[in-house]
């Protein structure tokens, strides 16, 4: 299996993204690494990096970067000799590359996943879909979480059975629970998209709709699945995150300024501390899977570290083993079929 990797994007390229490719390759000897970007800055980083199996590493030269205050539609038409560009047309090109990684512009890499690669037949819109960790252990998939900020119920049906697929793939959940974001549990309660998504939701066959999903409960690990739209996600998302890096924050500062006793206490209590990080850590399922296009995407962090980035060139390459596009594609015809029936 091949993963063309975007060596130039995100805040540490390239050294963090090749060191994470590296790590990749290392940790799994039926894997192919395609590095796009500047070759002569990505052989600097190579240096740096442990030993490799150089047979199962090509790098494509790539002089240009497409950056986050670049127009992503413009850039993605414009930079024809860009990293980004230049790895999503391998991607196509190459029949033996099952995916892509970049922590990049996350606008152009939807673009361009968008315009590059194309959307699987029946999807209205290819949505981005992190999976974040629950108290339960299990995961769950958020979708959407920033790709589309304006939907329809109809999309967010389609969010649920493309989610659904890959929760089974990613998560292994079986026959995955779908529940709905919104502003209260009952069915009554929301605004008209909300409204609309539940009644199509309820009605559409092969979704194991459960129910409406306050945002406090997102990481109860009762949901393998919570649809939205892509606005309402994002808030959720950094929401969720802001208040982890709050909470860890206070707790450092309860400790190291509360004296010799809350270090005595602090000391008894770090591998509690250690283990509610690990499970904690969105990073270590990888970036957020871009669902709804012909191949396997996959955006990760724009500030990833190469473990990071490790965790997104496996999980890309699941991805792609697991034929997560073909089953997505399944599901939307069988969704076309009952449509038309009805």
Known sequence: MKIIVDAMGGDHAPLQIVSGAVDALNRDKNLTVVLVGDENAINKSLAECKEYDKNRLDIIDA?????????????????????????????????????????GSTGAVLVGAYLKVGRIKGVTR??????LPTLKGNGVVLCDCGANVDCKSINLVHFAIMASAYATAMLGAKNPRVGLLNNGV???????????????????????????????????????VVVCDGF?????????????????????????????????????????????KKKMDY?????????????????????????????????????AESRICDKIA???????????EA
């Open 126 to 131: 290819p949505a981005l879909a992190p999976v």
């Open 232 to 276: 309402n996600g994002n808030i959720a998302l950094k929401s969720a995150e802001g208040t982890a890096n709050t909470m860890l924050s206070l707790i450092k500062e309860g400790v190291y300024g509360g004296g010799l006793k809350s270090k005595l206490g602090a000391l008894m209590l770090k591998p509690v501390f250690a283990n509610v």
């Open 330 to 340: 399944d599901g939307m015809s069988v969704l076309a079929q009952t449509t038309q």
């Open 283 to 319: 990073n270590a399922h990888g970036g957020a899977c871009f669902l709804g296009v012909k191949k396997v995407v996959v955006k990760s962090h724009g500030a990833s570290k190469a473990k990071s980035i490790t965790a997104s060139i496996l999980q890309a390459k699941s991805l």
């Open 186 to 224: 009952e069915e009554h309660k929301g605004n008209e998209l909300t409204k609309e998504a539940y009644k199509l939701l309820s009605e559409t066959e092969g979704i194991n709709f459960v129910g409406n999903c306050e945002a406090r409960d997102i990481l109860s690990g009762d949901f393998d």
């Open 63 to 103: 002089k240009d970067v497409i950056t986050n205050d670049d127009t992503p539609t413009t850039a993605i038409r414009t930079k024809k000799e860009s990293s980004l560009v230049k790895a999503f047309d391998a991607l196509v090109h190459d029949d033996e590359a099952g995916g892509f990684v970049s922590a």
